[in-house]
Each structure stands twice: as structure tokens, then as C-alpha cells.
């Protein structure tokens, strides 16, 4: 699962990377054109997805991790339920003796990370990741 439309647009409103007047002319032209509001705002502004995740990871005081941050633990990742893992996109990334560093798409998916955290016995410390890039990295950590 990752952060809903409505909610990266928000972050993006409050992070200050759309105008709410662009905003509601690209939500009338979208409709009309029966394309994403989301794609319609990123191709508008010539900015990936990703500028939506760190614009949603920042107004939540959270670091965002892009591609080449994504380096998998896979002592923890065996740890954990893969259907878990790959139906909620959770990845397990470093860990210390205090908390474990878990990567996610959806930080506010309280449930799951509560069960990451019971089965893996720490603390966690949350990053975001775009959705794509975050199960690109789960898919190449299971295929190795």
C-alpha cells in the first residue's frame, strides 16, 4: 500500500510545490480528460512521484530514502512474513541495538508497523519511499 493521491497532493499544497489555484485547474482539466489529478500535477510542474513522497515524508518530520539509499537487511528481511513485506511494502534497511530502520511507502499504516516491530523485537526508526522504487527493491531482495 502506499500514501493515497489525496494525500501527497496535500503534503504537496502544504510543502509549497503546487499552487492551490493550478491545483483546482488541473482537477477540473483531469476530470475532463478522465486522466489523475497526481499525474496531471507532476507532468504540470515536471516533477517525478518521488517529489510527492518527500513533500509527504517531510511535513510528517520523516526522511525520504530514494533508490540508492534502498540497500535491504536481509538478516531482517528473512525475519519477517513475505506476503507482509510485499503486500504492505516493507523494508527492513539497517538496524542497531536500539531500532531497526524500515522503509515504507505508507508511514501511516500504524497496524503493519506495529507488526514489524513486535516480530522483529525493536524499536523502528520510518523512512519513505516511493512505492515503485520501495517494491522494485523488495521484488530484486527475494529474487537474490
Known amino acids: 500500500m502506499a500514501l493515497n493521491p489525496e494525500q501527497l497532493i496535500e503534503a504537496a499544497l502544504r510543502q509549497k510545490l503546487v499552487d492551490a489555484e493550478v491545483l483546482n485547474q488541473l482537477r ?46 536481509l538478516e531482517l528481511l528473512k525475519k519477517l512474513p513475505q506476503a507482509l513485506v510485499k503486500r504492505k511494502g516493507l523494508l527492513p534497511l539497517d538496524y542497531d541495538e536500539q531500532a531497526v530502520l524500515v522503509a515504507t511507502a505508507d508511514p501511516d499504516d500504524r497496524v503493519s508497523l506495529e507488526t514489524v516491530r513486535r516480530v522483529l523485537g525493536l524499536q523502528l526508526r520510518v523512512v519513505v519511499a516511493e512505492p515503485n522504487v520501495l517494491n522494485a527493491a523488495i521484488s530484486r531482495a527475494y529474487a537474490g
Not at 32 to 42: N, Q, S, Y
Open 28 to 73: 477540473t482539466e483531469s476530470r475532463r480528460k478522465r486522466i489523475d489529478v497526481l499525474d496531471a500535477l507532476a507532468a504540470q510542474y515536471r516533477f517525478p512521484l518521488s517529489a510527492f513522497y518527500r513533500a509527504a515524508a517531510e511535513m510528517r518530520g520523516l526522511k525520504f530514502v530514494g533508490y540508492s539509499q534502498i540497500k535491504p537487511n
